[in-house]
């Protein structure tokens, strides 16, 4: 169901310590709207982690259940929220919308796996760096049934067009997926990718992992966006140019230059829904909406 004002939201830290000042203002973003519940030991840290696997499982399970709640918003991304999947009861998770992006890619994953629609986008610490338009974006994403406005890239590395529903998120962490029972349907799927400070024989490196596990044979086109200082210095050619070559290899439709990602500007989409890819145009559209009236 949509999101209406003063609607109960969970706050979590399901992967990585966060910039407490960062975090506040995210913070205060999501409580003009919403009524933010977070548990004290939120800020919890523990070497790379938000606290240790009982603590962070324990927090975002009670999240998932609370029929109460309308969404979850993650405090960052970083490392960790994979570690956690097997403790999780996804198939028993209220229809809470899961936000987030970057490692939480994980827990979306899983959620596709059953059907679930969940948003790809920004975690609090870095919602307060995102201008308003994505803001307001953001927020009729979760409001509204009708679909969202398209999005537009910046090039097209392989003409053509394509439909299905949308999977993925950042590269590094939907590669760790392959293999595992949490990677979620790709046969017709439109994937979207993005990564950050990868340099580009990592990002060959993880693609080639990708085409290897026969998932450019199953997916129907590929969305890029941004790729956040990805670049290796001191030499004639960009993660881009390693990208378009990978891309056109795979033969399938794909636009590059979405403004998703850990870029200045993070879109949010909502993966498990249709969507029609346009390469051509580098053209996101909507076909539906994230939440139904």
């Known amino acids: ?14 992967s990585g310590p966060f910039d407490r000042p960062l975090f506040d203002v995210g913070l205060a973003v ?11 030991d939120l800020g919890s840290a523990w070497r790379y982690l938000a606290g240790d696997d009982s603590r962070r499982a324990e927090e975002l399970s009670h999240a998932l259940l609370d029929s109460s709640a309308r969404a979850i918003f993650c405090a960052r991304g970083g490392y960790g929220s994979a570690r956690l999947l ?9 229809p809470s919308l899961f936000t987030g992006f970057s490692d939480l890619t994980s827990v979306h994953a899983a959620l596709q796996v059953l059907g679930r629609v969940s948003i790809h986008g920004p975690v609090l610490t870095q919602l307060g760096k995102q201008p308003p338009e994505v803001r307001d974006y953001f927020f009729r994403l979760l409001e509204s049934p009708e679909a969202p406005p398209p999005l537009t890239g910046t090039a097209t ?4 067009t394509a439909e299905g529903h949308l999977v993925g998120g950042n590269l590094s962490v939907f590669a ?16 979207l990718l993005e990564d950050v400070t990868e340099r580009p024989y990592r990002l060959d490196r ?7 596990a026969g998932v450019f044979s199953r997916v129907r086109g590929i969305v890029l966006g941004d790729f956040t200082a990805c670049e ?6 960009t993660s881009g140019d390693v990208l378009r070559d990978l891309a056109r290899e795979s033969g399938v439709p794909c636009a590059a230059g979405f403004p998703i990602g850990h870029g200045a500007l993070n879109y949010p989409v909502a993966l498990g829904t249709h969507v029609r890819l346009d390469a051509d145009s580098a053209r996101l559209t909507f076909l539906e909406g994230a939440v139904r009236a």
């Open 206 to 212: 993880m693609w080639t992992q990708l085409r290897l």
């Open 1 to 14: 169901l949509p999101l209406r004002p003063r609607d109960t939201v969970h706050v979590v830290a399901p």
């Open 157 to 160: 590395y392989v003409p053509g």
């Open 30 to 40: 999501i409580a003009e709207r919403y009524s933010p519940v977070l548990r004290p």
């Open 86 to 94: 097997p403790r999780l009861p996804l198939a028993d998770a209220a």
């Open 232 to 237: 290796e210095r001191g030499t004639d050619y």
């Open 176 to 191: 760790t997926l392959l293999g595992t029972p949490y990677l979620p349907p790709l046969d017709g799927a439109v994937l």
